[in-house]
C-alpha cells in the first residue's frame, strides 16, 4: 500500500496455550496517528514490540518503514522512537543528561541548545536540573517522549503513554501528541482509553482476545457500530419507560435513565418534540451521541474500565 | 566506542550520585584499612604475641626469634623448654606458639632442612598473621644464612628482605574485598533493576547493543575500582607508612578481577527476580568468599579441607595474586594468578554475553 509506514499481514503470537496475537491484518499511514485500543490482554502490547523488534513473531509478516521486523531492524533503529509501557526513566539523571545520553546511543551528539530545545518541546526546561526521581508521573512520561525523540525518528511508537496519570497530565500528554502529528511524525498508540483514542487517533483497531475486531476512524466506527444519537431522560425510570412504550416509542433502562436510541440524525428533532409531549416525571432531557465506547461495548460486549473488562 | 563512552558515563554518574555505591566503593574500604590497620599496627601492645620454645637454645636459634621480633608484627614470648608444648599451650590459653627444635643450629649449619613448627588455631586472624610473618622472616633468614636455600620451613616463598608489617599483608586483602564486593554485588542488582524496571527493554529500541552495555559496566568497574585501590593506597601509605606497592601487575589483577566478578554478578543478574532477591543471592555468594578466599588472613593458614574450597573460588587467586606481587614483589606467582583470573573472566563473561536478552521471549 503506497504510503505505509506499517504493514502488518496475518500476524501471530503463540505461547504454549495462548494465541497473543492470532492473526492481525492493517497498516499504517504515514503521518496518521494509529491507535490500538483494547483491553489489557488483548494483544496491543505484543503487537506494538513486535513492531518494534523487541519480540519475535511466530508467523505472519510486519514490515515497519520497509523493513522485515525479523531482519535488518537495525538499519531503521534510529528512525523509529519508542516510548515503552510503563515507562521509568534513569533515577538519577537528570533531564537534560538523559536526553544528551540517549541521543549518544544513536550515535548523535547534542549541544546544550538541542538539548534545551527538546526539553522544551516537552515542557520539562523548568525540570532539566532536577533528578529524574523527583519528577511527577506526567514528567516523567514527557521525559520519556523526549528520549524517545532524540534521534528525530519517522515513527513513534507510544504504548499507552497515559495509564496512570491524572486527568490533567493525560491531557497535557494529548497535547505533546498531537504536536508530533503536526510535524510530520506517524505515531502508533497503544490505550484502554477509549476517549484517548477517540480525541487523538485518525486511524483506530480495536483489539480482543489476540484479534482486531473492527477497524476505522472514530467517526466511521462510530457510525458502523455505535449509530446515531441517544436522547437520555434523566431519573424517567420504570415509569417513564412504561409511558414511551405506551406511545409506541421504542426505549430502554439503564441506572434509572431512560434512553431513546434515534439512528439518523435527522430524525433526532422529531424524536425530541414526541419524547416530550410524553408525560414523564424527568429531572433532565439530554441528546447524547454515540461514542467510541458504545463502539465497544458493542463489538466487544463489555465495558473497560482502566483496561479491564467488566463482567 | 561513543555509545560504550556514553554509557560508561551515564552509569557512573548515577553510581555516584548513589551514596550507598559511593559508599561501598571509597569510603568503606578507607574505613576497613583505618580500622585494621589502627588496630594492629599501632604500639607492642598490639602485636600479635606468639609463644616461642626454643628446644635449640643456641645462637642460630636466636638468631631466629630475633628475625621474628623483626617482623614488627610479632611479639616473641619465651616458653621454657621442660613441658611439652600441646600441653603448655593448653593450659595457658595461648592462641599461637612456635617450637624451634633442639638440632636448628645444627641443620642450618649443615644446611639441611629444618622444620620450625606453628601451633594456633587456623580460624583466628592473629594466627593468619603468625603464619605470615614465621614464613616471611623464615625466608629472610633463610637468605641471610643460608644463601636463599630454604633451609627453614615452613615457606619456600621469595620475599623481598623487608619489614613486613600486618598492614601491608591487609591491604591487597581489602583490595581484593572490594574488587569483589562492588562489581558483584552492584551488577546482580543492577541486571536484576535493569529487568524489571524494563530498562534493557528501552536500551534495546537504542544502537547500544547487548555487548557494548557489558563492556561498560567493565569498564565502569575498573575505572571505579582502580581509583578506589589509589585511595586505600594512599591511606595505607600516608597514615601507617606500609611498604606495599602497587606494580603494574597488581594493576592488572584488578582490572582482570574486576572483568571477572562483574561478568559474575551479570550471571546472577540474569536469574534473579528483583532487587530484593538479587541482594540476598549475591550475599550468599559473596560474603563465603570474602572470608574463605584470603581477604583477611593467607589460604595456607586454613583447614586442610577449607583450603581446598578456597582453591575453586576464584577471589582466592586475586587475593594471593596481589599479596604475591604487593607485598612479595613476585610477580610471576602473581602472574599465573593473573592468568587463573582471566580464563575464569572469560568463562564467566560468555555466559551472560550469551544468556542475557534484551527482547521479550
Request: aromatic share 8%.
Amino acid at each position: 500500500m503506497a504510503g505505509a509506514v506499517i504493514e502488518v499481514r496475518g500476524l501471530t503470537k503463540h505461547y504454549a496455550d495462548v494465541k497473543a496475537v492470532d492473526g492481525i491484518d492493517f497498516e499504517v499511514r504515514a503521518g496518521d496517528i494509529f491507535s490500538l485500543l483494547g483491553p489489557n490482554g488483548a494483544g496491543k502490547t505484543t503487537t506494538v514490540e513486535i513492531l518494534e523488534g523487541l519480540r519475535d513473531p511466530t508467523g505472519g509478516e510486519a514490515r515497519v518503514l520497509g523493513v522485515d521486523v525479523r531482519k535488518g531492524y537495525a538499519k531503521i533503529r534510529d528512525r523509529v522512537g519508542v516510548l515503552p509501557q510503563d515507562f521509568e526513566p534513569f533515577d538519577r539523571l537528570k533531564p537534560k543528561e538523559a536526553v544528551a545520553y540517549w541521543a549518544a546511543l544513536f550515535d548523535r551528539t547534542l549541544t546544550k541548545k538541542e538539548i534545551a530545545d527538546v526539553l522544551e518541546r516537552v515542557g520539562l526546561t523548568s525540570r532539566a536540573d532536577a533528578q529524574s526521581m523527583t519528577l511527577s508521573g506526567g514528567e516523567k512520561r514527557r521525559l520519556g517522549i523526549a528520549m524517545s525523540l532524540v534521534g528525530d525518528p519517522d515513527l513513534v511508537f507510544l504504548d499507552e503513554p497515559t495509564t496512570g496519570l491524572d486527568p490533567a497530565a493525560r491531557r497535557d500528554l494529548w497535547g505533546l501528541i498531537r504536536d508530533l502529528k503536526s510535524r510530520g511524525k506517524t505515531v502508533v498508540l497503544t490505550t484502554h482509553y477509549l476517549d484517548e483514542a477517540e480525541q487523538l487517533a485518525d486511524d483506530v483497531a480495536i483489539m480482543n482476545k489476540g484479534k482486531i475486531v473492527t477497524r476505522g476512524t472514530p467517526e466511521e466506527l462510530i457510525s458502523r457500530h455505535g449509530g446515531g444519537t441517544t436522547i437520555v431522560l434523566a431519573g424517567a425510570g420504570k415509569e417513564g419507560y412504561a409511558a414511551l412504550a405506551a406511545q409506541g416509542i421504542p426505549a430502554s433502562v439503564d441506572n434509572g435513565n431512560v434512553l431513546v436510541h434515534v439512528a439518523n440524525a435527522r430524525d433526532v428533532r422529531g424524536m425530541l418534540a414526541k419524547v416530550a409531549a410524553v408525560d414523564v416525571p424527568v429531572t433532565e432531557i439530554y441528546t447524547k451521541r454515540s461514542s467510541l465506547e458504545d463502539v465497544f461495548m458493542k463489538v466487544v460486549g463489555a465495558r473497560m474500565q482502566e483496561g479491564v473488562l467488566a463482567e | 566506542m561513543k555509545r560504550i563512552l556514553a554509557d560508561v558515563r551515564a552509569f557512573g554518574v548515577q553510581f555516584m550520585r548513589s551514596r550507598i555505591g559511593a559508599f561501598f566503593a571509597i569510603a568503606f574500604p578507607i574505613i576497613l584499612i583505618l580500622l585494621f590497620g589502627a588496630i594492629f599496627s599501632g604500639g607492642g601492645s598490639q602485636k600479635v604475641p606468639i609463644y616461642v620454645q626454643d628446644l635449640s637454645d643456641s645462637p642460630e636459634s636466636h638468631n631466629f626469634t630475633a628475625a621474628l621480633n623483626a617482623t614488627t608484627v610479632l611479639e616473641v614470648r619465651a616458653i621454657p623448654t621442660g613441658p611439652e608444648i600441646l600441653q603448655y599451650i593448653s593450659e595457658n590459653s595461648i592462641n599461637t606458639a612456635l617450637r624451634i627444635p633442639a638440632d636448628f643450629q645444627a641443620k642450618v649449619l649443615a644446611n639441611e632442612t629444618v622444620n620450625v613448627t606453628l601451633y594456633g588455631d587456623p580460624t583466628q586472624s592473629s594466627y593468619g598473621i603468625a603464619y605470615a610473618a614465621v614464613s616471611g622472616a623464615a625466608t629472610q633468614f633463610n637468605f641471610t644464612v643460608a644463601r636463599a636455600r630454604p633451609v627453614v620451613i615452613p615457606t619456600t616463598e621469595k620475599i623481598a628482605a623487608r619489614d613486613l608489617r600486618f598492614i601491608d599483608l591487609f591491604l591487597p586483602g581489602v583490595i581484593g574485598l572490594t574488587v569483589l564486593t562492588n562489581p558483584l554485588f552492584g551488577m546482580t542488582n543492577v541486571c536484576a533493576e535493569y529487568r524489571t524496571r524494563k530498562f534493557f527493554k528501552f536500551l534495546a529500541t537504542t544502537r547500544l547493543s547487548k555487548g557494548e552495555w557489558l563492556v561498560s559496566k567493565i569498564i565502569w568497574y575498573s575505572f571505579l575500582m582502580l581509583v578506589s585501590t589509589a585511595i586505600m593506597f594512599a591511606v595505607e601509605r600516608l597514615v601507617f607508612g606500609g611498604i606495599a606497592v602497587i606494580t603494574p601487575m597488581a594493576i592488572l589483577l584488578i582490572v582482570a578481577g574486576t572483568f571477572e566478578f562483574t561478568s559474575l554478578g551479570m550471571i546472577l543478574g540474569l536469574y534473579v527476580r528483583d532487587t530484593e532477591t538479587a541482594a540476598a543471592v549475591a550475599n550468599a555468594i559473596g560474603f563465603p568468599m570474602m572470608f574463605l578466599a584470603g581477604s583477611f588472613f593467607p589460604v595456607d593458614t586454613m583447614p586442610p579441607a577449607l583450603q581446598a574450597l578456597a582453591r575453586v573460588l576464584p577471589l582466592t587467586y586475586v587475593n594471593e595474586g596481589l599479596r604475591a606481587t604487593m607485598v612479595f614483589g613476585n610477580d610471576a606467582k602473581a602472574l599465573l594468578y593473573l592468568g587463573i583470573t582471566i580464563v575464569i573472566g572469560v568463562i564467566l563473561f560468555i555466559i551472560p554475553a550469551k544468556a542475557l536478552s534484551w527482547k521479550s521471549k
